[in-house]
């Protein structure tokens, strides 16, 4: 009996995203759209390698060899992070792994791909905007026009819950509880939901935006001018803008790049600041793990300044004692 013919690239890529990632996983739409981007500039690769299309590609053209050098060119040629370059191979793996279980033939092929290792990054020092220039930012959008009360009302919203930018975006008016005590549910990753609270003031520029522009429950709260809803790149471009005007008063914003994602960063380092406990903090961000959020502790250094002087002044060290130096001694330890 002949062996059974291994589907096509189109079949299994279409089963993999459509009937495994969507039904079976259930994976959000942003999983989803991360992993399209993914295949979409790894075939596009591949075809231009071997000098054909990318329907003619099959599975067999994409081995080991083929993934590495895609890896290699996302960080050499389209210079991106470790971090994004270890995306792209998530969503790579997990086609081979899933094409593993359901294709004995290309088990050897899958496995010499899913034996590929992600890379370590290194870890960067959280960047965070102090008090003043959080204020500077919002301060800046013309409150005399409906898209200046958006801005400013999606710019306090990010602030006060940390909230993701997309997370943010997806609101509707049935995720708010405005009435004491107020509060937003959010959709993070992984579908999991959260509850954040609200300040009396962000209920209130909620409860306005509302009131200007009556919606049914199921619509976003941020729209754009056309009343579809506001991208994520729109307010980018938007708080480029507001950064801008607001370096002026406040140079050290100069300093920064200035990302909606760095709003969350402020919330989580001054809720540090502020005492609040860090599993409460975890809760409140969405964080899968206590270790996440235990970097924002790591943070700010005037936390640390106050937490270094409630040590015990008996526990300190005391004076240094006198000693004489020995030249020699001094001599060889600068050679070493």
Not at 297 to 313: F, G, H, I, M
């Amino acid at each position: 009996m002949a062996a059974k013919a291994t589907p096509s690239l189109h079949k299994l890529l279409y089963s993999f995203f459509h009937e495994w990632l969507s039904e079976q996983r259930n994976a959000s739409h942003r999983t989803v759209t991360s992993y399209r981007d993914a295949w979409r500039l790894f075939l596009g690769f591949v075809a231009e390698r071997l000098h054909t299309k990318v329907t003619s590609l099959s599975l067999a053209d994409l081995n080991d060899a083929q993934v590495a050098a895609f890896l290699q060119h996302l960080e050499k040629t389209r210079r991106v992070s470790i971090v994004t370059r270890n995306c792209r191979l998530a969503a790579l793996r997990s086609f081979f792994g899933y094409v593993s279980t359901r294709e004995p033939a290309a088990t050897r092929q899958c496995s010499e791909v899913l034996q590929i290792p992600f890379k370590k990054a290194p870890q960067r020092s959280i960047r965070y905007l102090d008090s003043a220039e959080v204020a500077a930012i919002l301060s800046q959008p013309d409150l005399g026009t409906a898209e200046g009360q958006r801005d400013h009302t999606l710019l306090a919203l990010l602030y006060n819950t940390g909230a993701r930018i997309q997370e943010a975006l997806d609101l509707r008016s049935k995720d708010l509880h405005l009435k004491s005590p107020a509060h937003v549910t959010l959709m993070g990753k992984g579908r999991k939901e959260r509850i954040a609270p609200l300040w009396k003031e962000t209920a209130e520029l909620l409860t306005a935006l509302l009131r200007r522009t009556p919606r049914h429950p199921d619509v976003p709260l941020f729209t754009n001018r056309y009343g579809e809803p506001l991208t994520a790149s729109g307010f980018r471009f938007r708080l480029r803008q507001y950064v801008g005007s607001a370096i002026k008063k406040t140079p050290t914003l100069s300093q920064k790049r200035v990302t909606p994602h760095l709003f969350r960063h402020s919330t989580a380092v001054h809720l540090v600041a502020a005492g609040v406990d860090i599993t409460v903090i975890r809760s409140w961000l969405g964080h899968a793990s206590l270790d996440t959020t235990s970097h924002y502790a790591q943070a700010n250094l005037e936390t640390k300044r106050k937490a270094l002087e409630q040590v015990d002044a008996k526990s300190r060290p005391g004076k240094p004692p006198r000693w004489k130096r020995d030249a020699d001694l001094m001599a060889w330890l600068d050679s070493l």
